[in-house]
Nanobody
C-alpha cells in the first residue's frame, strides 16, 4: 500500500532554514507528481508546492515563492522541501501527498 513518511521538522528561529523529507513506498514514485501541504493551527490545510514526476516543473504558493524549494530524488523515492528565510507564519504541520494519500505530517515551529 502507498506509504508516505515525513521527517525533518522542528523548532527554528525566524530567518532560519529546515529541510523536510518525505520517504515514499508502495507505488511507482517516479510516475507521479508530488505535493507538500501544510496546516497551521486553526486553519485549513493549504497547498505549498507541487513537482512533476521527473521534476521538470514546480509550482508554489505565493506565500512561499522565493523562500521554499521543492525537489525529488526518484532513485531514493524521496521528496524534499527546502525552507529558507522561515517566518512565524510558516508554523504548521507539513504533509506530503501522492495519489490522495497523506503522510502523518511533521511539525515545523518558527519562533524566537
Amino acid at each position: 500500500q502507498v506509504q508516505l513518511v515525513e521527517s525533518g521538522g522542528g523548532l527554528v528561529q525566524p530567518g532560519g532554514s529546515l529541510r523536510l523529507s518525505c520517504a515514499a513506498s508502495g507505488f511507482t514514485f517516479s510516475s507521479y507528481a508530488m505535493s507538500w501541504y501544510r496546516q497551521a493551527p486553526g486553519k485549513e490545510r493549504e497547498l505549498v508546492a507541487t513537482i512533476t514526476a521527473f521534476g521538470r516543473a514546480t509550482n508554489y504558493a505565493d506565500s512561499v515563492k522565493g523562500r521554499f524549494t521543492i525537489s525529488r530524488d526518484n532513485a531514493k523515492k524521496t521528496l524534499y522541501l527546502q525552507m529558507n528565510s522561515l517566518k512565524p507564519e510558516d508554523t504548521a504541520v507539513y504533509y506530503c501527498n501522492a495519489l490522495g494519500v497523506w503522510g502523518q505530517g511533521t511539525l515545523v515551529t518558527v519562533s524566537s
